[in-house]
């Protein structure tokens, strides 16, 4: 884990250099690691994400170019591990160690294998930040017990038919026989964060965290909570800390011009939101976000404009009604303003 959701009322410090006064005729050594990206079949697809982690701590993070080829500078003598965490491909960590009294280079070959596609359907479809997308349902089936994997398949099917107490119940027995089984855990919160007990849902999704915390949607689900709750500081961390592992998720930068625009950085606020539609033109409450930060920017025309983006998108949406009624004060009220001049 990069740093406890605990000690987020600081900067996360992802690791800290003490520096002694150097003594004569010594020097550092530093040193680099070099690595190449194979795919076990198929043709490479291009860039990937990599990271470089000092004892659990990310230092630093890099993306390939297009052969696989990538490389970290500047590196002092230690055990490092380079970490993947990419949807098309099985994780990755691997451990590389640099010892520059002997090498100033460490060269890393690392094979790719691409997941197996999956049947059927996915996690059921959860409260904005929740991720229904957690984790490969074939990958959790090799490696959790028989009988949590059943009475978590209970609870989504609980789910599907909006039994909301059952489904938790089965959520709860799934992990009292595997603690780890975090697509448990993901749900659970999931469904905590739908009752509005935003105390039992974090600590669902820090669980999450703390048992696979190179996944990125946990920490987006943890900021969520942290922007519901109003603690906009820690929500930033979390948020950044979701964006640093996927740089391109549209939910994350949702989250983060969400929390601009709670926190009065208007500028900051619209280009996220953005962004965020960039990557998925049909995340509706986008448009909402911008609304709102539309209107205590008082821009009216803006803001009708962002309300026929949303319903066009959503139409059915729990918010529909309410943005039709906004929609229809703001169109009076700028004709109103069209007459008077």
Do not use: W
Not at 182 to 200: C, E, I, R, V
Not at 203 to 214: D, H, L
Not at 320 to 332: C, F, M, N, Y
């Amino acid at each position: 884990m990069l740093c406890s959701r605990r000690n987020l009322i600081l900067p996360c410090l992802v690791f800290l250099l003490i520096v002694s006064p150097a003594l004569p005729a010594q020097q550092t050594s530093v040193g680099s690691i070099i690595g190449e990206l194979h795919l076990s079949r198929g043709d490479f697809p291009g860039r990937i994400f990599v990271e470089l982690q000092l004892r659990s701590a990310t230092i630093a993070s890099v993306y390939s170019d297009d052969q696989g080829k990538f490389g970290f500078t500047g590196l002092g003598s230690n055990p490092y591990h380079v970490v993947i965490h990419d949807e098309r491909f099985y994780p990755v960590d691997q451990l590389v160690a640099l010892d520059t009294s002997v090498s100033p280079m460490s060269i890393v070959q690392i094979s790719l294998t691409a997941r197996e596609p999956v049947k059927g359907e996915p996690l059921p479809n959860r409260e904005q930040g929740s991720n229904p997308y957690l984790i490969d349902p074939a990958e959790y089936r090799r490696h959790f017990p028989r009988n949590a994997i059943k009475e978590f398949d209970k609870g989504v099917e609980a789910d599907k038919n909006h039994k909301h107490d059952e489904a938790i119940q089965h959520y709860q027995k799934s992990i009292f026989v595997a603690p780890d089984f975090y697509p448990a855990h993901n749900n659970l919160g999931s469904d905590y964060l739908s009752d509005g007990d935003f105390k039992a849902a974090e600590a669902e999704f820090e669980q999450v965290i703390k048992v696979s915390p190179g996944d990125a949607a946990a920490y987006f689900n943890l900021g969520n909570v942290l922007l519901l709750t109003h603690r906009y500081e820690q929500a930033g961390y979390a948020i950044r800390d979701g964006l640093q592992k996927q740089p391109n998720s549209a939910l994350g930068f949702f989250l983060l011009g969400s929390l601009f625009q709670r926190t009065n950085h208007g500028p900051e606020g619209e280009k996220n939101l953005r962004r965020a539609l960039d990557l998925d033109p049909t995340l509706a409450k986008a448009h909402l976000a911008l609304v709102n930060l539309y209107l205590q920017q008082r821009r009216s025309a803006d803001s009708i404009s962002e309300l026929k983006e949303f319903l066009k998108a959503a139409p059915n949406d729990a918010f529909a009604p309410k943005a039709r009624e906004v929609l229809k004060k703001l169109e009076s009220q700028s004709a109103l303003n069209a007459q008077s001049h």
